[in-house]
């Protein structure tokens, strides 16, 4: 099936990258084309400037799951240093319309490929006029560009509800469960410690109301403490550790994502692990009661 694409690196899928796909796939589907995302994986500045610059707000996964559930195909290429040095009429020519079957190709309003970023909406649209080609203009947020970055400077300040109002949706912490101190279950409060992909972005350490969504669907309302565990015995290593309240089953080894929903508190080392128990019972008791952006009296 022939295809209408839009390009990038997409990360955060915030309502910018969301305006272009709900338009690629209206277009898409009053032409009878197959929608499609194709992201460069890895993050193409990660080839250009150095791993782990930017770090990732979305990861590929993260990024295939929200676009495959918006009813769009998902495709990664991967990124090269030869990919880069391609002339863009190469690329288009042989990646796109040869090895993918693309006729129609949307772009957001400052997006261009290829050697020296010469490929963009014009260069293309004159290049190949047998391309159906379409330019959707800036997303503003209150008059503010809708980016990746306004998404991590209002994440690095724990302002999960500003950021929150550019992605869309909650911001989401993902990874698989591991061991770790163990120190919650001998206090009355398991945590499951996830392991977050490398060069995943970390919002403001403190502890936030979090929704958990296990690998078979299930939700729970949890806390989750993104820092270094002060006032824990042992080494201080940064961990994602999570509470999940009204839970208590094994599941190490799994899947488990968090949507940050609220910043509760910083990080502080508290005098004694008395102290920290205590402190852990009020943050559940106010996870517990938190209702959208309200807090119950």
């Known amino acids: 099936m022939k295809r209408a694409v839009t390009m990038g690196n997409f990360d955060g899928c915030h309502l910018g990258h969301q305006a272009l796909f709900r338009t690629l796939k209206a277009v898409a589907e009053v032409n009878h084309l197959q929608p499609t995302v194709i992201s460069f994986e890895p993050h193409s500045n990660y080839v250009l400037r150095g791993p782990g610059d930017p770090l990732l707000l979305t990861t590929t996964e993260e990024k295939r799951e929200f676009v495959e559930s918006l009813g769009i195909e998902f495709l990664v290429l991967p990124f090269t240093s030869e990919l880069a040095k391609l002339p863009f009429d190469k690329f288009v020519r042989t990646e796109l319309i040869e090895k993918r079957e693309v006729v129609s190709m949307f772009f957001g309003h400052d997006h261009c490929f290829g050697a020296g970023g010469k490929g963009n909406y014009e260069t293309i649209t004159a290049a190949f006029p047998e391309l159906s080609t379409q330019m959707l ?7 503010e560009r809708v980016s990746s ?6 994440l690095l300040n724990g302002d999960v509800d500003r950021a929150q109002t550019y992605l869309g949706r909650p911001y ?6 591991v061991v770790g101190k163990r120190l919650g279950h001998t206090i009355g409060f398991p945590t499951a410690n996830v392991q977050m992909e490398q060069y995943k972005f970390l919002p403001k350490g403190g502890v936030y109301v979090a929704s958990a969504r296990l690998s078979d669907g299930r939700i729970y309302r949890s806390v989750v403490n993104i820092g270094t ?3 824990t015995p042992g080494t201080h290593n ?3 550790e999570a509470y999940l309240l009204d839970f208590n089953e094994d599941i190490y080894g799994q899947h488990l994502a968090l949507d940050l929903l609220a ?3 910083p990080e502080k080392k508290f005098a004694s692990i008395e ?5 852990i019972g009020m943050d559940a008791d106010t996870a517990k009661n938190y209702n959208g952006n309200h807090w119950a009296e």
């Open 229 to 231: 565990q002060p006032t």
């Open 238 to 240: 940064l961990a994602v």
């Open 172 to 177: 989401r912490l993902s990874g698989t469960v």
């Open 149 to 154: 970055s306004a998404v991590r400077n209002a």
């Open 263 to 265: 910043f509760l508190r």
């Open 275 to 279: 102290d920290l128990v205590r402190q």
């Open 137 to 143: 203009s800036m997303v503003l947020h209150k008059g």
